[in-house]
C-alpha cells in the first residue's frame, strides 16, 4: 500500500506540474518514501500529434514546433519529452529534449529513462538534440 504522502504529491503533479519541487520535500520523498523508478512504473509513451501542443505546453512550458513527441511517464505523470520528426527507418530524429528534472531527480529515473529509450529505438541518434547533455547525465 502507498504512503498517503506519495499519493497526494503524485495527485498535486497531475493537477499542476512542478518545475521546482521545494528542496525539503523532494529530499524527505527521496529518502523515505519513494522507491527508484523500476521499468514496471515508467515508460516513453507516444503522444498523438494533435494533443501534442497542449502537452508540451501544459508540463514543459515549451512550444512543440509542429514535431511529433514521445513523453516519459512515471506513474503516468510526464517526466521528461522528446521532440522529433519521425523517418521512414523507423528511428526517431530527435531535435530536443525537456525535462522537469525535480521529479526524474525525486525518482532517480535518469537511467531508466535512458534504458527504455534505447530498448525502444535500438540505434536512436541523440548528437544533434538540444538538451542532449541533459538527456546523458541526469
Same mark, same amino acid.
Request: glycine share 2%.
Given at each position: ?5 506519495? $499519493? ?17 520535500l523532494?529530499?524527505?520523498?527521496? $529518502? ?25 505546453? +501544459? %508540463?514543459?512550458?515549451?512550444? $512543440? ?8 511517464l ?9 521532440? %522529433?520528426?519521425?523517418? +521512414? ?8 529534449f ?20 534505447? +530498448?525502444? %529505438?535500438?540505434?536512436?541518434?541523440? $548528437? ?11
Amino acid at each position: 500500500m502507498r504512503n498517503p504522502l506519495v $499519493s497526494a504529491c503524485l495527485c498535486m503533479l497531475r493537477v499542476r506540474p512542478l518545475q521546482h519541487a521545494p528542496l525539503g520535500l523532494a529530499t524527505h520523498i527521496r $529518502s523515505n518514501e519513494v522507491r527508484a523508478c523500476s521499468e514496471s512504473r515508467c515508460l516513453w509513451s507516444e503522444i498523438d500529434d494533435t494533443m501534442t501542443d497542449f502537452v508540451v505546453r +501544459k %508540463y514543459f512550458n515549451v512550444d $512543440s514546433n509542429f514535431l511529433s513527441c514521445e513523453v516519459f511517464l512515471i506513474e503516468g505523470v510526464p517526466a521528461a519529452c522528446m521532440l %522529433y520528426r519521425p523517418t +521512414k527507418s523507423g528511428q526517431p530524429d530527435v531535435k530536443e529534449f525537456h525535462f522537469n528534472e525535480s521529479m526524474l531527480l525525486m525518482f532517480d529515473a535518469g537511467a531508466p529513462m535512458r534504458k527504455l529509450l534505447r +530498448k525502444k %529505438y535500438k540505434n536512436i541518434d541523440l $548528437s544533434r538534440a538540444i538538451n542532449r547533455d541533459k538527456f546523458l547525465l541526469l
